[in-house]
């Protein structure tokens, strides 16, 4: 085109009708002569006059394919997205800016074949996105393959003696996902498509449209002189469609256009939050406690049993209790534990240090608490301990005879305490008898720290029973 | 229950969140977009109570792939555009992330990494997917990546993170391990003021009528431009976005007297908590060691590196992976020797033997 | 569906007049020829026929005949997927309520 011609084109189109909404430094536009993807694209901008939106907060995201090519020819903020991934590109700006108006426009290879999974939750996470699938029966950007909505039997260039795949029904996949708004409709029905769009993009919810159109690309591959003669022939514009007329997608047999569903999105549960019951709890159960320098340099702490003990609460109690003993302590918490949540090996390692904690885990503990003999006999056995180590068990789980062959230098202290905490209270309170235990063998922080840091660290309601096992813990004697 | 104590103990996962919070200030959106994996789940937790809290958007995606995407289209509405994940659905994000870089939207991506390939070790550390941060994507994009090595410095680096892709427009990758996901600390939560926002024309929603495509375009109206001339133009953009500026925002950490050591351990994220333990050790004994931690892993700090090069020493790239970024130290290390301490995933080296190969190294020399 | 049949939008059908109508074409934008003759098979006054004069590109775009028959319906520049023609309006005249009736059984 010479830049004069090209000038005069550009004067003329500007006082086109649709002109605000054309993009026109990308006319004229790539598809082939005959296609009614632009059509669409017309209906679409007639849909948004009517409706007087106003086009800046508008936007189209389209995917991969000649229908995803709209977005590029509108103009309107556009996003021109990957292969399948537009309903979740438009999702991201409709979370983003609930005030816009967003519509995805795509093929139905795009949307149905390899965004089907992205449909399918559109439809779920009910989102005011209103979708335009333009179904084309295949893939025709790249030479026409066969999609999920080729007919079966006819021929496509990876299905040369006729698809044997059975299409799917866009619409009857829309309906049961939960769309609120589902249509059928033609570019070969423009008006009644203005009709769907406009109702459409009323509906506050997900909104679906079928639009069948045809290809050129499939009409040379199967012999059919004109898609769109069948369309205007089969077709029947229904105003109440009954179930049957779901089915009635098969353009060789009849075609129902209408809207299948236009219900009101559903009312959404409000968003309730959780009022942190933790909070009241502390005010109701508090203890005052005084921080200190702690002295303490550098301290390896495990706590290790059977998953379902309350081992990394344990870990996080002592944690929480050093922070409230010494603000200028340094520590780590880390833990492991198996896949599982209850039954399987599960340990907590704690370093305090006085300078900033480097290598996150316990290699040889100063302090260690058995719940369970589960983590050493998945050692082989062996427990590790420091030579001047203190070790506290839980004698009613422990295997003693684990411990028979440490150093005489270490420590060991022993207490039923899932015994005490079943008798008692529950068996899930017997990391805090260990706890109260400890607080009273070893010294090492404070029993106001621990008691505050427990009220943090357990599940809202049952303060009083844990600081009451505590209590138990720290008051046991051996009778 | 005193509350002078300032600090809160917080998991690295958490501190995301709470990293996020602080970039968005009181006004902006935050858009979190992801889908449960291990051990990345925890930060979709704190995220779906505090950020609904605070007027964003919280969405449990149906797959890595929209979240990604989600992300992306937040991005350009001005919102801070994030989602987390682990390595295989960081695998799945690859596209995702190239397509961000390509349409300039801002996202930030966090991978908490696991032991790999395909599922791997859910619930133990690994270092693998450094290279893939870095290659991921078909094509070239530019690229960073940022690698806190504990939960403070988590939170620090989210904030840098959501900074660093507003002001280029690209998606940035915040990449801990499972260990730091996972491991508390007690941390302070900083005033930190609210990050700038990018320019309005880059913002869809506020009639500048934008069109963003992943094809090829033009750089003023990114209308799409299919030659090879518009390519050469693009990516060359895109690429100096990062490259003009690669100086500002390579960051890295030496301890110990890098200058005159006989041995630098070069390492990342929970690893340099190990080394860092093996280099007091080992300056304790009077050996020549000095470790070099990488904050930014890309850009890789190659002036850097080039500079130490002026000696003859031995590079010890400590990582939890086959030797991903030995790679890229040993482009730049051209009289000394390069050589890789790893492990293929699950736990970090302890300092002992880190210790120990250090001292390998130190008789070798003698 | 009240919008299959055009709503005619530009009549005025109380007062019984109908609108004068322009019609441009954008010679460069059309791809008509054999594969594409819409707006001249849609349009209900038949104002259009195939031309025979190549444009740039090789196709061969619609000419007028009895512009002055165009009531404006929109309908060729609703179909046109390549936008390179459209109508406005540029005038009104009156006629008869049959021939409304007659126009709207047209469409």
Wanted: proline fraction near 5%.
């Amino acid at each position: 085109m010479t830049t004069d011609q090209s000038e005069e084109s550009n004067m003329e189109i500007n006082q086109h009708p649709y002109a605000d909404l054309l993009r026109k430094e990308m006319m004229p536009n790539i598809w082939c002569s005959s296609c009614r993807i632009g059509r669409i694209k017309n209906t679409f901008i007639e849909a948004i006059q009517q409706l007087g939106y106003d086009p800046d907060k508008c936007v189209v995201v389209s995917g991969i394919g000649c229908s995803s090519r709209i977005a590029g020819y509108l103009n309107l903020d556009s996003i021109h997205a990957t292969h399948g991934r537009a309903i979740p590109t438009a999702l991201g700006v409709k979370l983003a800016n609930p005030e816009l108006k967003v519509c995805v426009m795509g093929g139905d290879g795009d949307i149905l074949g390899i965004g089907g999974n992205h449909f399918l939750a559109l439809g779920r996470h009910g989102h005011d996105i209103n979708v335009f699938c333009m179904n084309n029966f295949g893939y025709s950007m790249t030479g026409f393959q066969h999609g999920p909505t080729t007919p079966l039997g006819a021929r496509t260039i990876t299905t040369s003696s006729g698809s044997p795949y059975v299409p799917i029904n866009p619409v009857a996949v829309a309906l049961a996902a939960g769309y609120t708004f589902v249509a059928r409709s033609t570019s070969s029905h423009p008006y009644h498509l203005i009709d769907c769009m406009i109702s459409a993009m009323k509906n506050r919810g997900p909104s679906f449209i079928e639009i069948l159109i045809p290809c050129m690309l499939y009409e040379r591959r199967n012999k059919i002189k004109s898609l769109e003669a069948i369309f205007l022939e089969k077709a029947k514009i229904k105003e109440t469609l009954s179930e049957e007329d779901i089915n009635q997608g098969d353009f060789m047999k009849g075609i129902s256009l209408g809207i299948f569903r236009d219900a009101p999105v559903r009312e959404r549960p409000r968003l309730s939050l959780v009022k942190s019951t933790k909070k009241t709890a502390a005010k109701k159960f508090r203890i005052s406690f005084k921080s200190r320098a702690s002295g303490i340099k550098y301290m390896q702490i495990r706590m290790e049993g059977t998953g379902g003990q309350g081992i990394v609460q344990g870990g996080k109690t002592l944690i929480l209790a050093a922070m409230n003993m010494d603000p200028k302590l340094n520590s780590t918490l880390t833990k492991r534990y198996g896949p599982e949540m209850k039954g399987g090996s599960c340990l907590t390692d704690v370093l305090l240090s006085s300078q900033p904690v480097d290598y996150p885990f316990v290699e040889v503990p100063d302090l260690l608490m058995m719940m369970s003999d589960i983590v050493a006999k998945e050692r082989g056995g062996k427990v590790i301990i420091s030579d001047k180590g203190t070790i506290v068990v839980d004698e009613s789980m422990v295997d003693l005879r684990l411990l028979r062959n440490l150093p005489k230098t270490v420590k060991v202290f022993k207490i039923p305490a899932t015994q005490i905490a079943r008798e008692n209270f529950r068996v899930v309170v017997a990391n805090n008898v260990l706890m109260g235990f400890v607080c009273k063998v070893t010294s090492i922080i404070d029993k106001n720290c621990l008691k505050a840091a427990i009220l943090k660290a357990a599940p809202p309601g049952t303060e009083e029973m844990n600081l009451a096992a505590f209590e138990r813990g720290y008051k046991f004697r051996k009778s | 229950m005193s509350d002078d104590n300032q600090r809160t103990l917080l998991t690295g996962n958490d501190a995301v969140v709470e990293g996020l919070c602080c970039a968005a200030g009181n006004k902006r959106r935050i858009v979190y977009a992801g889908y449960p994996i291990t051990p990345a789940s925890e930060i979709a937790t704190r995220a779906s109570v505090i950020i609904p809290r605070r007027g964003g958007a919280f969405i449990q995606m149906e797959d890595e792939i929209g979240s990604i995407q989600a992300a992306a289209g937040a991005g350009l509405t001005g919102a801070i555009a994030v989602t987390a994940t682990s390595g295989p659905g960081f695998s799945l994000m690859s596209e995702g992330l190239g397509f961000a870089a390509m349409i300039e939207s801002p996202v930030v991506c966090i991978n908490v990494q696991r032991g790999g390939p395909s599922t791997g070790m859910p619930t133990w550390m690994g270092q693998g997917d450094m290279m893939q941060a870095r290659w991921g994507t078909h094509g070239d994009r530019p690229v960073i990546v940022l690698v806190p090595n504990s939960v403070q410095e988590t939170l620090l680096l989210t904030y840098e993170a959501c900074k660093l892709s507003q002001k280029y427009l690209i998606p940035v990758a915040l990449m801990l391990d499972e260990i730091i996901g996972h491991m508390e600390e007690p941390i302070t939560i900083p005033e930190l003021p609210p990050i700038p926002s990018a320019p309005d024309v880059e913002i869809i929603g506020k009639g500048h009528r934008l069109h963003r495509t992943g094809l090829t375009h033009d750089l003023e109206m990114h209308l799409p431009r299919i030659n090879p001339d518009a390519q050469e133009k693009l990516v060359r953009y895109l690429l100096d976005k990062i490259k003009k500026d690669a100086k500002k925002i390579v960051r890295y950490e030496s301890f110990g007297a890098v200058e005159d050591a006989e041995v630098i351990i070069i390492c990342y994220g929970s690893e340099s908590r190990s080394v860092r333990a093996a280099v007091k050790q080992a300056r304790k004994k009077k050996l020549k060691v000095a470790m070099v931690r990488l904050i930014t892993a890309w850009p890789f700090p190659k002036d850097f590196i080039r500079k130490l090069d002026k000696k003859k020493r031995v590079y010890l790239v400590a990582e939890i992976n086959a030797g991903q970024m030995r790679i890229e130290v040993e482009r730049y290390i051209k009289n000394g020797t390069v050589q890789g301490l790893n492990l293929m995933g699950g736990r970090i080296h302890t300092p002992g033997e880190i210790l120990e190969a250090i001292e390998e190294r130190m008789s070798d020399d003698n | 569906m009240k919008h299959e049949v055009s709503p005619a939008r530009y009549w005025n059908i109380k007062e019984c007049t109908i609108p004068v109508g322009k019609v441009t074409i954008i010679a460069n934008f059309c791809k008509g020829g054999d594969d594409c003759d819409e707006c001249i098979r849609f349009c209900p006054e038949k104002v259009l026929v195939r031309g025979t004069v190549p444009n740039e590109r090789g196709y061969f775009p619609p000419v007028l005949v009895e512009e002055e028959k165009c009531t404006v319906c929109g309908r060729c520049q609703l179909y046109c997927s390549e936008n390179a023609i459209f109508v406005q309006k540029i005038g009104e005249r009156t006629v008869t309520p049959e021939e409304i009736v007659v126009r709207e059984e047209n469409f």
